[in-house]
């Protein structure tokens, strides 16, 4: 059975910083893509950042470019997202994703999400 545990999230003011890990189990880690995604209230769930199976090549959505850093290492089956400079509108669920290949694309496999709330 595919487990995803998230942690590191918390709250934090406008321009700091927070560092979230995922903890994977139940599969060869470094076979498979990974990634985060987010859910604000009352907003659709949305793609933050991406990684391929090696950790050679990163994705990320505009929103986020320059200020999150997504990196992996498969020796300890984690996945982490540093997320600096903060805003308000970073608030949200995140949540870490599993992919079905190397390369991002179909996400199958989803952790329970940790809360980031970022206060003005």
């Known amino acids: 059975q595919v487990q995803l545990v998230e942690s590191g999230g918390g709250l934090v003011q406008a321009g700091g910083s927070l560092r979230l890990s995922c903890a994977t189990s139940?599969?060869?880690?470094?076979?498979?893509?990974m990634g985060w995604f987010r859910q604000a209230p009352g907003k659709e769930r949305e793609f933050v950042a991406a990684i391929n199976w090696s950790g050679s090549n990163t994705y990320y959505a505009d929103s986020v470019k320059g200020r999150f850093t997504i990196s992996r290492d498969n020796a300890k089956n984690t996945v982490s997202l540093q997320m600096n400079s903060l805003k308000p509108e970073d608030t949200a669920v995140y949540y870490c994703?599993?992919?079905?290949?190397?390369?991002?694309?179909?996400?199958?496999?989803w952790g329970q999400g940790t809360q980031v709330t970022v206060s003005s």
């Open positions: 139940g599969r060869t880690f470094s076979n498979y893509a």
């Open positions: 994703v599993g992919g079905r290949s190397e390369v991002p694309g179909r996400w199958d496999y």
